[in-house]
């Protein structure tokens, strides 16, 4: 070898003589045809059966893959089996193929509401009798949150009055009424002689000073400050002592959020009926004119006095429910934030479903009190908050306001917004980030198969954990997905913007506001493979100056590396002619053709007349296996390119030819092996 020691021109010689032609590998090669799942029309490279069942899916039904459309995964699996070592595998769907998909739901920041059934709704219901909530308009989304029967419905027209709830039930035959709305009067403080907790179904407990001043006649009203629907009248029977003539309580009553007050009661001469007769242990009262009535009203019903929950109505359905529910089971309102798509379309994608779990980054509290306006607020920490984090401010259990973050000092625990604060906030307040994670799950017979975690998600495109960006995007105008992601399963788009992808919607700042609700599954629906319209076309597919836009047989033009191609099951004519066109495009390819399934070797002899090319081999008969979908004993044919890596020539040998010559003819040897 020369040694070159200063800078300098160089002459060296070379020899001139003629090289031979080397091989090309034949250990690449290029299938067209119909997976379980994959990317469409984009030559994927597998290097093992494991890989290939990872992202295509696994074995095809023939029952329901009929005309040669289950043959692929049998070609790839024979190809592994038979020592090859790289395949790019290009999948292809109908027409009309389509992703599955589901809307992601949140609670509101403003406007929140939650009701309740009063009565079983029927599977099929057209609409549900609920208590009554200003906050539920026309077109809003309602989950009926009920365990494993959990459904999302809509709101479709104007309610109906139907009447009231009582917080407990009636203790006599009432008939049609009268219902006479009274007004309360505290004559005493009972609550400091409270003496312990009282629990349903038992008595008062004061202590004897209180008791001592109770007359016969007296009225109590026990009250919980936590949940005021807890609220029950008592009448005092005897002088002195602490029964009453109502028998025992109605509720549990914890000590330290229960009051007692001794009441008077009037009439406020409202007098109104019912519209149907209502019998001991109604809580459901029938009555169109609740005239002067609401939550937290007292009544006086057949001579007895009883707490109002709720007034009730009929809210019509935009659908009919797909459950039976019981009375009493949640409604809450939800608004869509979020859609999950399949990554890639087809029937595969309705096995998927997707629930979201809180995980919070920030748990914390304001060091400072606030009036409204200020900013910015001073917290105990700012770790993990970011321009485009939500806070949520609450007090007691209750959320005072919901803010974006447009600013951080991490300096002084310092956090700032827009516009100030909402409302004020105390030292002591709690405040926490509204992030949250999304599970995805792929499920086979009933089972989870495949599942993906994404923890720390937001709402807000300008947060670091975006769930789009990080998750992957879907453009709902375009149907295309992001090359982008950690996702393998699905695809996010936001409802917050246009199906452009780039235009906020009107409420697109309240809905990045919104807490993503956890606590309900959502399945994936609608994906199809449309089976029906694949046809010789399908697989020939369409050029394209484009890569992006190539589709069947010419998306393999997208790959340098491939040396062998085939279109397993497929032998049509206009496909297998198109299949050796590409191989003379390409110059370096050559395809392997399947004879016709069944076919008698005369018939197998004419059809291979239809070519003249060297760019092909061709091969018979088709092969047999058990079938892995029918009973002990049963059978299946599998094209015989399910062997054609054992079948032709060592991986170095040459396609590259000097003159032309006939199409190779081959056959499959040992024709009952299992790939």
């Not at 909402?422 to 017979?445: C, I, M």
Request: aromatic share 6%; hydrophobic share 35%.
């Amino acid at each position: 070898m020369p040694e070159y020691l200063a800078p300098g021109v160089y002459v060296e010689e070379v020899s001139s003589g003629n090289k031979p032609i080397e091989g090309v590998s034949t250990s690449t090669a290029g299938v067209v045809g119909v997976t379980r799942r994959g990317p469409v029309d984009q030559p994927t490279l597998v290097t093992s059966l494991g890989e290939f069942h990872r992202i295509f899916g696994g074995r095809l039904d023939h029952r329901v893959f009929t005309n040669g459309l289950d043959a692929l995964p049998y070609a790839v699996e024979g190809f592994f089996q038979n020592n090859g070592s790289r395949i790019y595998v290009s999948r292809i769907v109908g027409t009309d193929a389509d992703r599955a998909e589901t809307d992601l739901y949140a609670i509101p920041p403003t406007d929140r509401a939650q009701s309740r059934l009063n009565s079983q709704a029927p599977q099929g219901s057209t609409s549900l009798v609920v208590d009554a909530n200003a906050n539920i308009s026309d077109g809003d989304t309602l989950l009926i949150h009920d365990d494993t029967r959990s459904e999302y419905v809509t709101r479709s027209g104007s309610t109906t009055p139907i009447g009231v709830r009582l917080s407990y039930a009636l203790r006599d035959d009432v008939g049609t009424g009268p219902v006479n709305l009274q007004t309360v009067t505290i004559t005493s403080d009972l609550s400091d002689g409270i003496t312990t907790s009282m629990d349903a179904g038992g008595q008062l407990q004061l202590d004897e000073t209180t008791v001592a001043g109770l007359s016969s006649g007296n009225i109590l009203r026990i009250r919980d400050t936590a949940n005021p629907e807890h609220t029950e009248y008592v009448t005092i029977t005897t002088n002195g002592e602490a029964d009453f003539d109502e028998g025992s309580l109605v509720f549990n009553h914890p000590l330290e959020q229960t009051e007692i007050h001794h009441i008077t009661l009037a009439a406020e001469g409202t007098s109104l009926n019912l519209d149907e007769a209502a019998t001991t242990g109604d809580t459901n009262l029938i009555m169109a004119d609740t005239t002067g009535l609401s939550p937290d009203s007292t009544v006086e019903i057949g001579g007895g006095i009883y707490h109002l929950a709720a007034l009730t109505e009929e809210i019509p359905l935009g659908a009919e429910t797909e459950f039976v529910h019981r009375a009493g089971v949640p409604l809450i309102k939800q608004v869509a934030v979020l859609r999950a798509h399949a990554h890639h379309p087809g029937i595969w994608g309705n096995a998927l479903r997707a629930r979201i779990r809180p995980s919070s980054i920030l748990n914390t509290t304001v060091s400072a009190g606030a009036d409204t306006g200020d900013t910015p607020v001073p917290l105990d920490a700012v770790y993990g908050v970011n321009t485009g984090t939500v806070l949520e401010f609450s007090r007691d259990g209750q959320v005072v306001q919901v803010l974006r973050v447009s600013g951080v000092n991490r300096a002084t625990n310092e956090v700032a917004f827009a516009g100030g604060l909402e409302a004020p906030v105390q030292a002591g307040d709690t405040v926490r980030s509204l992030e949250f994670t999304l599970v995805v799950e792929l499920l086979e017979n009933d089972r989870v198969a495949e599942s993906e975690v994404f923890d720390y998600l937001a709402l807000d495109p300008e947060h670091p954990r975006y769930a789009v960006r990080v998750v992957g995007s879907f453009n709902r105008s375009t149907g295309r997905t992001s090359r982008s992601g950690a996702a393998e399963l699905i695809r996010l788009s936001d409802l917050s913007f246009e199906d452009d992808g780039v235009t906020s919607t009107s409420d697109a700042a309240d809905l990045r506001l919104a807490d993503p609700f956890a606590g309900v599954t959502h399945d994936l629906a609608g994906g199809i493979d449309d089976l029906g319209s694949i046809d010789d076309g399908t697989y020939i597919g369409s050029p394209s100056d484009d890569p992006d836009e190539r589709t069947g047989i010419h998306s393999l033009a997208n790959r340098d590396d491939i040396s062998l191609v085939a279109v397993p099951g497929q032998s049509g004519v206009d496909v297998q002619k198109a299949l050796l066109g590409h191989c003379e495009r390409m110059r370096y390819r050559f395809a392997i053709l399947d004879a016709e399934s069944g076919a008698a070797l005369d018939r197998v002899q004419t059809h291979r007349q239809n070519y003249d090319s060297t760019r092909g081999a061709y091969y018979y008969p088709w092969l047999v296996i058990s079938d892995p979908f029918g009973e002990d004993g049963d059978l299946l044919t599998v094209p015989p390119v399910a062997m054609f890596s054992a079948l032709l020539p060592a991986p170095t040998s040459s396609v590259a030819y000097t003159k032309r010559r006939p199409m190779k003819w081959c056959v499959a040897s040992g024709s009952s092996r299992k790939p």
